[in-house]
């Protein structure tokens, strides 16, 4: 487990990565690892504190010889994606990640990794620690919160940080160089509903969509992977319209910024209708599975007679639900005009709970474009809203404006052509970094994005690469000697 990782190279961020690791760090209740990360600071003897949003700063010297180069920030999240399987027994509040090394790869056993922003807070660490790795001034910037709103980006007062340039180290692919992302917007959509008893001589089932891949809802959102929560939308609309089907409740997907991988419903239909009814369903089902079968190979869609249950949906308000969840967009809204492959706004539909008389429908939308983000958030409003739903936008965050004359920039990638022999990928990413809402504090401030290669993040496959891991920790290295000067 955690032992092979730490005989990884290079051992002084792996053995960090571990110990990070071993701290729960859930979004929202960060409070053990920000102490954790207040404690290494303090036994380095480097000025360490916390801000007042629970942000932990670390500052060290230049190394000798680089006195004159500009102030740098290294920044990464402390918190992570909290997702497992669900045969998985784990507790993310009391246990610490249980890691595997399986080929060339660090994975989990059926939870998410962390290495999500974790890899980048233990090289982080790995240079704070080391007496030999030369550098400038650095304030290391651990944000909390991340994952779930931001809220460490943006409570993050002007002024704290005195550096020129910022290194966030929360890219996904070694290949890549960030220099712009999106931003977004959460979308909830919520109403009350009067329960029924369930009408006489129904019967009760309950259908379950698992094994999908999940994963980030930005960067994964082009693949055009299953939601669980519009599969399962599906097959409830279908069962309404040719078969009465009442809903009794949903709960489908879990994170805003997780695809759904799985829903799962209660809901009744006329016991005479049951045969006609469950064949047609299992058409669909199989119809749904073609569909998905290059993409989603381990989708399953099952329906098991249950216990009738007492209640269920009124049914206007059923019917609207339905509705305005086919009607609402999931996916792709719009590709960049000018980023040839970049998705420019989406829309995940993250979230459907149906249970004792409310509904709470939950979407994350993101945009490089603000006008466009608006866009498609009303777009979701106004299919909600026609249902009769309660409809707020909230956990706002602006997207990072490309600087395609960034200097920072212009460094990185010529140090990775010459480290590589090939050019890297310089881009902008869907997906919301900090770096966008630091730059409105800090609009001096010069920033660019890199990281080792981490494959499905926010879902439980997580996994990161060794070797890419290596190449990106030489990399940092070599980053962080060729500062340009003041």
């Known amino acids: 487990m955690s032992t092979a990782v730490r005989n990884l190279a290079p051992k002084e961020v792996w053995n960090l990565f571990a110990d990070l690791n071993?701290?729960?760090?859930?979004?929202?209740?960060?409070?053990?690892?920000?102490?954790?990360?207040?404690?290494?600071?303090?036994?380095?003897?480097?000025?360490?504190?916390?801000?007042?949003?629970?942000?932990?700063?670390?500052?060290?010297?230049?190394?000798?010889?680089?006195?004159?180069?500009?102030?740098?920030?290294?920044?990464?999240?402390?918190?992570?994606?909290?997702?497992?399987?669900?045969?998985?027994?784990?507790?993310?509040?009391?246990?610490?990640?249980?890691?595997?090394?399986?080929?060339?790869?660090?994975?989990?056993?059926?939870?998410?990794?962390?290495?999500?922003?974790?890899?980048?807070?233990?090289?982080?660490?790995?240079?704070?620690?080391?007496?030999?790795?030369?550098?400038?001034?650095?304030?290391?910037?651990?944000?909390?919160?991340?994952?779930?709103?931001?809220?460490?980006?943006?409570?993050?007062?002007?002024?704290?940080?005195?550096?020129?340039?910022?290194?966030?180290?929360?890219?996904?692919?070694?290949?890549?160089?960030?220099?712009?992302?999106a931003g977004g917007v959460d979308v909830t959509a919520t109403r009350s509903y009067k329960e029924e008893n369930s009408p006489e001589n129904t019967t009760g089932y309950t259908i379950s969509v698992k094994g999908l891949n999940g994963g980030h809802s930005g960067m994964d959102i082009i693949k055009g992977l299953g939601n669980a929560n519009k599969i399962m939308n599906r097959l409830l609309f279908d069962g309404f319209t040719n078969f009465g089907l009442r809903i009794s409740e949903i709960n489908g997907g879990s994170l805003r910024n997780a695809i759904p991988r799985e829903s799962i419903a209660l809901v009744t239909v006329d016991t005479i209708s049951k045969e006609a009814f469950l064949f047609?369903?299992?058409?669909?089902?199989?119809?749904?599975?073609?569909?998905?079968?290059?993409?989603?190979?381990?989708?399953?869609?099952?329906?098991?007679?249950?216990?009738?249950?007492?209640?269920?949906?009124?049914?206007?308000?059923?019917?609207?639900?339905?509705?305005?969840?086919?009607?609402?967009?999931?996916?792709?809204?719009?590709?960049?005009?000018?980023?040839?492959?970049?998705?420019?706004?989406?829309?995940?539909?993250?979230?459907?709970?149906?249970?004792?008389?409310?509904?709470?429908?939950?979407?994350?939308?993101?945009?490089?474009?603000?006008?466009?983000?608006?866009?498609?958030?009303?777009?979701?409003?106004?299919?909600?809203?026609?249902?009769?739903?309660?409809?707020?936008?909230?956990?706002?965050?602006?997207?990072w404006q490309p600087n395609i004359n960034s200097e920072i920039l212009a460094v990185v990638a010529n140090l990775y052509e010459d480290l590589h022999g090939e050019k890297a990928k310089v881009a902008a990413c869907h997906a919301g970094l900090e770096c966008g809402i630091l730059g409105q504090n800090y609009p001096e401030m010069d920033m660019v994005s890199f990281g080792p290669t981490i494959r499905g993040a926010h879902a439980p496959d997580e996994r990161a690469s060794i070797s890419s891991t290596q190449k990106f920790w030489k990399f940092l290295i070599e980053i962080l000697k060729n500062i340009p000067k003041k």
Not at 83 to 88: F, V, W
Not at 304 to 320: A, I, M, N, R
Not at 383 to 393: H, I, R, Y
């Open 280 to 399: 047609e369903t299992k058409l669909l089902i199989n119809t749904i599975k073609e569909e998905f079968a290059t993409l989603e190979s381990n989708l399953t869609i099952e329906i098991q007679e249950t216990t009738l249950p007492e209640k269920v949906l009124d049914l206007g308000v059923q019917e609207g639900l339905l509705k305005s969840i086919y009607a609402a967009l999931n996916g792709v809204y719009r590709m960049s005009p000018d980023i040839t492959g970049l998705v420019e706004t989406s829309n995940n539909i993250a979230r459907v709970i149906v249970k004792d008389g409310a509904i709470k429908i939950g979407c994350l939308t993101r945009s490089s474009s603000e006008t466009n983000k608006i866009d498609l958030a009303n777009s979701l409003k106004s299919a909600f809203e026609l249902a009769g739903f309660d409809v707020a936008f909230s956990g706002e965050y602006p997207g």
């Open 22 to 181: 071993a701290v729960p760090r859930p979004s929202k209740k960060e409070e053990r690892v920000i102490q954790f990360m207040v404690n290494f600071g303090k036994q380095l003897h480097l000025e360490t504190f916390v801000d007042k949003v629970g942000n932990v700063i670390i500052k060290k010297p230049a190394t000798k010889g680089l006195e004159d180069r500009k102030s740098v920030v290294l920044q990464s999240h402390l918190d992570m994606v909290h997702q497992k399987n669900g045969d998985t027994n784990f507790d993310f509040d009391t246990e610490g990640i249980k890691m595997l090394v399986d080929g060339d790869w660090v994975t989990a056993e059926g939870t998410t990794l962390g290495a999500d922003n974790g890899l980048g807070v233990a090289s982080i660490m790995a240079v704070l620690a080391s007496t030999e790795i030369e550098h400038p001034n650095l304030e290391a910037l651990f944000t909390i919160d991340e994952e779930t709103g931001m809220t460490g980006a943006m409570g993050l007062e002007g002024g704290i940080l005195k550096g020129a340039i910022l290194l966030n180290l929360d890219t996904e692919e070694d290949d890549e160089i960030g220099m712009g992302c």
